[in-house]
């Protein structure tokens, strides 16, 4: 199949959308489709990542009308036999509104990041009233991640959406294989200690206050961030000091993929209290290290622990002091739950999606 993955970042830029449609790009290259991806940030105009082409268009009015004209071009000429777009709310899905019907024949439309925090927000009521309620109904076929956005997606469109559920992936074996080595050394965190790793931005969403007040009703856990502070590095280490936990708060930035797998596998426990996941990638990257998690019930959250995985729900600091302190350790049983998510898997399914828009 000749496919396109339209998305606003792919890597080298670094975070859970870029992850998972690399992964994917590249998983269905290696069965012998034609993927090509076109994003707004991409340091070159045209190249590669990973064998994966890549055609970049600057974030700007130029830009955005350069990559709608390119897209449809695309399509008119039967250029593409799937068009997939991943995330909402962002130049690439807007920039092709209103769809063409030649377009919306052929387009997988994957919201992402859909919930209910968001829809509350001032600036969300025309998207989610009339923007995204369209493009559901109008997509061959609607990608949702989880069980929730799927119920959502129903309800928006009263059950004229041709909705799809398959979650993200992860590779599973490359996760489980993982070994502490020299990783707390190189980052100067302390040895014998049971560390509690979260992973990801500090954006306000991610609620990482809730963990650094969390950390102070427990003896003897340390806190591990790692990810890009946003900005808001201060602002966490004053929290620390305000709640005497300084000592046991690590800051440690941006961290390689391999860095956190490392981290994964020296933690006692996964936590994040983030309030908004389109999936939460982190989660089930964690249990396929052997970790058990604990979060707030977004994303993926309410499915793990349906499924039976070392997965607790907290909403505040307290909550999640205890829950912290009794799973401590105790995932082991999470590297099976974690197989359900592999990429080989996922890929089928997508595939198989992909296979039946492109032969309607």
């Not at 387009?107 to 829809?119: G, H, K, M, N």
């Not at 620390?240 to 993929?257: P, T």
Request: aromatic share 8%; with cysteine.
């Amino acid at each position: 199949m000749r496919i396109l993955h339209t998305v606003h970042a792919y890597p080298p830029e670094v975070g859970g959308t870029e992850v998972v449609l690399e992964r994917l790009s590249r998983g269905l290259v290696r069965r012998g489709h034609r993927v090509v991806v076109a994003t707004g940030e991409h340091p070159k105009r045209d190249g590669s990542v990973g064998g994966v082409p890549v055609r970049g268009f600057p974030v700007t009015p130029r830009g955005v009308l350069a990559y709608r004209r390119w897209v449809l071009k695309g399509v008119r000429e039967g250029r593409w036999d799937v068009v997939m777009t991943y995330h909402s709310k962002v130049w690439s899905h807007l920039a092709l509104f209103p769809f063409s019907e030649a377009l919306a024949k052929r387009w997988v439309y994957a919201p992402v990041e859909f919930t209910d925090v968001e829809s509350r927000h001032p600036r969300h009521v025309a998207y989610y009233g009339v923007v995204e309620p369209l493009s559901l109904r109008r997509a061959a076929r609607a990608w949702t991640l989880t069980r929730g956005d799927e119920d959502r997606a129903l309800e928006m469109t009263e059950g004229r959406a041709s909705v799809v559920r398959i979650p993200n992936g992860v590779d599973h074996a490359w996760w489980a294989k993982g070994e502490v080595g020299d990783v707390l050394e190189r980052w100067g965190l302390p040895l014998g200690v049971p560390l509690v790793t979260f992973v990801g931005g500090f954006w306000e969403h991610k609620d990482v206050g809730t963990l650094v007040e969390a950390i102070k009703h427990l003896d003897e856990h340390h806190l591990v961030l790692a990810g890009d502070p946003r900005g808001r590095a201060e602002r966490v280490r004053l929290l620390a000091q305000e709640h005497g936990v300084l000592d046991r708060v690590h800051l440690l930035g941006r961290v390689s993929r391999e860095d956190v797998r490392a981290l994964f596998h020296a933690s006692a426990v996964h936590a994040s209290a983030s309030w908004n996941e389109g999936f939460g990638l982190t989660f089930v990257e964690a249990m396929a290290c052997g970790l058990p998690v604990v979060a707030r019930a977004t994303g993926v959250i309410p499915e793990l622990v349906d499924q039976g995985a070392t997965v607790e729900v907290a909403a505040d600091p307290w909550g999640f002091a205890e829950a912290i302190e009794r799973l401590s350790g105790q995932g082991a049983g999470n590297v099976d739950v974690a197989w359900r998510y592999d990429w080989s898997r996922i890929v089928d399914e997508v595939e198989a999606m992909y296979r039946e828009v492109s032969e309607a």
